[in-house]
């Protein structure tokens, strides 16, 4: 997604045992895009693509799993960064 122009996107924790992850992207298009008063989230457009690399991470680590991805914070509501929270349920 760095490479697209999207933002600055890095992996700040990933458990594969507990099937959670924190993802961190730094100066999202989308973010930039909208400014900080836009008063909401609107970097929900990475939620589903880094949900689909989580569950390929837990097929390949022989592990099952609903992976979901949620904003928790963004550049567009005044944070300093977008923070998106990726866990799974009934990791197996």
């Known amino acids: ?28 298009a989308f ?3 909208y400014g900080p008063e836009a008063g909401r989230c609107v970097c929900y457009v990475f939620q589903g693509s880094f949900a689909g690399g989580m569950g390929y991470l837990l097929e390949c680590a022989g592990r099952t799993g609903e992976p979901v991805c949620h904003e928790m914070a963004c ?15 009934a990791v197996g």
């Open 75 to 89: 550049a567009a509501s005044g944070a300093t960064e977008c923070r998106l929270e990726l866990r799974c349920e």
């Open 31 to 33: 973010a930039l895009g």
């Open 1 to 28: 997604m760095s490479q697209r122009g999207h933002g600055q996107v890095s992996i700040e924790a990933l458990d594969l045992e507990a099937g959670t992850g924190t993802i961190v992207a730094r100066h999202s």
